[in-house]
Nanobody
Protein backbone atom coordinates (compact mmCIF):
# COMPACT_ATOMS: atom_id res chain seq x y z
CA UNK A 1 0.00 0.00 0.00
CA UNK A 2 1.00 3.57 -0.54
CA UNK A 3 0.88 6.27 2.10
CA UNK A 4 -1.05 9.31 0.84
CA UNK A 5 -0.30 12.88 1.86
CA UNK A 6 -2.90 15.64 1.80
CA UNK A 7 -2.47 19.38 1.38
CA UNK A 8 -4.51 22.44 0.53
CA UNK A 9 -6.69 22.86 3.59
CA UNK A 10 -7.26 26.21 5.22
CA UNK A 11 -9.68 28.79 6.53
CA UNK A 12 -12.18 30.19 4.04
CA UNK A 13 -15.46 32.06 4.14
CA UNK A 14 -18.81 30.58 3.30
CA UNK A 15 -19.32 30.40 -0.44
CA UNK A 16 -15.64 30.14 -1.23
CA UNK A 17 -13.81 27.40 -3.09
CA UNK A 18 -10.85 25.30 -2.09
CA UNK A 19 -8.83 22.60 -3.83
CA UNK A 20 -7.29 19.79 -1.86
CA UNK A 21 -4.44 17.70 -3.20
CA UNK A 22 -3.39 14.17 -2.41
CA UNK A 23 -0.10 12.70 -3.47
CA UNK A 24 2.33 9.98 -2.44
CA UNK A 25 6.03 9.41 -2.74
CA UNK A 26 5.47 5.99 -4.28
CA UNK A 27 5.26 6.04 -8.07
CA UNK A 28 2.72 3.22 -7.85
CA UNK A 29 0.19 5.72 -6.43
CA UNK A 30 -1.18 6.00 -9.96
CA UNK A 31 -2.16 2.32 -9.84
CA UNK A 32 -4.61 2.76 -6.97
CA UNK A 33 -8.13 3.99 -6.56
CA UNK A 34 -8.24 7.00 -4.23
CA UNK A 35 -10.95 8.27 -1.95
CA UNK A 36 -11.62 11.31 0.18
CA UNK A 37 -13.30 11.10 3.56
CA UNK A 38 -13.93 13.76 6.16
CA UNK A 39 -14.63 14.03 9.87
CA UNK A 40 -16.36 17.11 11.16
CA UNK A 41 -16.34 18.27 14.80
CA UNK A 42 -18.31 15.78 16.85
CA UNK A 43 -19.26 13.78 13.79
CA UNK A 44 -18.49 10.37 12.40
CA UNK A 45 -16.08 9.96 9.54
CA UNK A 46 -17.98 10.09 6.25
CA UNK A 47 -17.25 9.29 2.65
CA UNK A 48 -16.91 12.27 0.30
CA UNK A 49 -15.77 11.09 -3.14
CA UNK A 50 -13.54 8.58 -4.88
CA UNK A 51 -11.87 8.03 -8.21
CA UNK A 52 -10.70 4.93 -10.02
CA UNK A 53 -7.05 4.18 -10.59
CA UNK A 54 -7.00 5.63 -14.11
CA UNK A 55 -9.52 8.39 -13.54
CA UNK A 56 -12.09 6.57 -15.63
CA UNK A 57 -14.69 6.44 -12.90
CA UNK A 58 -15.75 8.71 -10.08
CA UNK A 59 -18.21 8.30 -7.24
CA UNK A 60 -19.69 10.84 -4.84
CA UNK A 61 -21.68 10.93 -1.66
CA UNK A 62 -25.11 12.28 -2.53
CA UNK A 63 -24.66 15.40 -0.42
CA UNK A 64 -21.39 16.29 -2.18
CA UNK A 65 -22.42 15.70 -5.75
CA UNK A 66 -22.57 18.93 -7.71
CA UNK A 67 -20.38 20.95 -5.35
CA UNK A 68 -17.31 18.73 -5.13
CA UNK A 69 -15.29 17.34 -8.02
CA UNK A 70 -12.61 14.68 -7.75
CA UNK A 71 -9.97 14.29 -10.45
CA UNK A 72 -6.47 12.96 -10.88
CA UNK A 73 -3.35 13.64 -12.86
CA UNK A 74 -1.32 10.47 -12.83
CA UNK A 75 1.57 12.19 -14.58
CA UNK A 76 1.85 14.33 -11.43
CA UNK A 77 0.98 11.49 -9.08
CA UNK A 78 -1.78 13.66 -7.63
CA UNK A 79 -5.48 13.44 -6.92
CA UNK A 80 -7.51 16.61 -6.43
CA UNK A 81 -10.72 17.45 -4.64
CA UNK A 82 -12.22 20.70 -5.89
CA UNK A 83 -14.74 22.04 -3.40
CA UNK A 84 -17.07 24.86 -4.39
CA UNK A 85 -19.76 26.80 -2.56
CA UNK A 86 -18.35 25.75 0.78
CA UNK A 87 -20.59 25.94 3.81
CA UNK A 88 -19.79 25.93 7.51
CA UNK A 89 -21.10 22.36 7.59
CA UNK A 90 -18.15 21.38 5.37
CA UNK A 91 -15.76 22.20 8.20
CA UNK A 92 -13.82 19.00 8.84
CA UNK A 93 -10.52 17.24 8.61
CA UNK A 94 -10.31 15.80 5.10
CA UNK A 95 -8.48 12.54 4.61
CA UNK A 96 -7.14 10.95 1.47
CA UNK A 97 -7.17 7.17 1.25
CA UNK A 98 -5.96 4.53 -1.15
CA UNK A 99 -7.50 1.15 -1.78
CA UNK A 100 -5.38 -1.86 -0.82
CA UNK A 101 -5.67 -3.45 -4.27
CA UNK A 102 -4.37 -1.97 -7.47
CA UNK A 103 -6.44 -1.12 -10.52
CA UNK A 104 -9.76 -0.68 -8.77
CA UNK A 105 -12.61 1.54 -9.79
CA UNK A 106 -14.15 4.38 -7.83
CA UNK A 107 -17.17 2.91 -6.10
CA UNK A 108 -15.39 0.07 -4.35
CA UNK A 109 -13.64 2.46 -1.95
CA UNK A 110 -16.96 3.64 -0.57
CA UNK A 111 -17.78 0.09 0.56
CA UNK A 112 -14.32 -1.04 1.67
CA UNK A 113 -13.86 -1.44 5.43
CA UNK A 114 -12.16 1.71 6.67
CA UNK A 115 -9.38 -0.15 8.42
CA UNK A 116 -8.43 -1.77 5.11
CA UNK A 117 -7.70 1.58 3.47
CA UNK A 118 -4.40 3.41 3.69
CA UNK A 119 -4.91 6.83 5.30
CA UNK A 120 -3.12 10.12 5.17
CA UNK A 121 -2.72 12.46 8.12
CA UNK A 122 -5.54 14.72 7.01
CA UNK A 123 -5.84 18.39 6.17
CA UNK A 124 -8.06 20.80 8.09
CA UNK A 125 -10.74 22.79 6.31
CA UNK A 126 -12.57 25.50 8.24
CA UNK A 127 -15.44 27.38 6.66
CA UNK A 128 -16.55 30.48 8.50
CA UNK A 129 -20.05 31.94 8.15
Amino acid sequence: QVRPLESGGGLVQSGASLRLSCTASESTFSNYGVGWFRRGPGKEREFVASIGWNGGSTYYADSMRGRFTISRDNAKNTVYLQMNSLEPEDTAVYYCTTHPRRFTGAQVISVTPLDSLSWGQGTQVIVSS
